[in-house]
């Protein structure tokens, strides 16, 4: 059937005074319902669908939420859902509700929260000195509005240079341990996007102690602290003072392409005999086993991923060849 488009839906519901579900059902009721244009189940009709307050056009536009955002100073996800818990997901007039998830409802507008806010996230390395030991700590600040000294370019390279001092600080040796590093203090669900796990008292800790968060601390983070991309600074940082991974640490280590790698033969042959079926298991078998490999009793060196050595690189053709068919047929 040739509905109408998501849009025009929503402009005719507004003209017609449709503002929630129950009027939604008494006006599917009506002879008068246009059913050959709009229809009966759009949630499961219209690609675009979100919510149904999206749908009869409750939530403010863009421009309007974003500026109650500023008005309100609300820095961040966490304190914009503190702000919806205290005010009912509605503002102080009543003239349109807050959506829960303002990432989806403005997906083609949507740049995050700091774009959003106008608060920017900036970070200080500071070492805070305790009775018996010292412990470095990574403090969040939000700076508003920076439009010089912090914008741009020069907001990521401070950032990078307060994440370098640091990751040396805490004699991390390698990429995989400061992966692993990172892991053990940010809790994220890979297949939700939205799901932190964030323990019981962690938002009450932030209220408490103020706007500098110390980082890392076993009970809190900030979800926009995952997605500023500290886990990968060899993405995020290049182009902003990004010169490898020695560099960021502080170690002498040797790259990876340098290391004298255990033969190609011997690594397939180990590989092969663990019948794992893609990268993706190799690579959580390399990541339990922390790259300790024995082949008849003898050590072996291979990397996470040997796909992307130098050394191997005349020998390498695919995973299946690598870690040999071991799906079922």
Known sequence: MNFWPYKKTKQYLLKKGIK?????????????????????????????????????????????????????????????????????????NQKFILPAKPQYVYKNKWKGWEETSGYYITLKFIIFKGRHSNTPRLVLDYKKNPRIILSGKNLYENRFKELRKYARYIDVKNQRQWILHFSSIINHDPHDEDSYYIKENALEDYYLYGKAIDFPQPDFYLPELYKLGLSNPARTFKGYGWKGWNDFLGTTNLERNKKTWSSFELARKYARMQKLKNRTEWEKHFRTNKGNFFLESKKLLIPQRPDRVVFYQDKWNNWKDFLGDNKKK
């Open 20 to 92: 929630n579900f129950d009027d939604w059902n008494k006006f599917k009721e009506f002879k008068s319902f246009p059913k050959d244009s709009i229809p009966l189940n759009p949630e499961q009709h219209y690609k675009e669908w979100t919510s149904w307050e999206n749908f009869f056009g409750l939530y403010p536009t863009f421009g309007e939420f974003k500026k109650y955002i500023r008005s309100n100073n609300i820095k961040n996800s966490v304190e914009y859902f503190q702000h919806l818990g205290k005010n009912l997901r509605k503002n102080e």
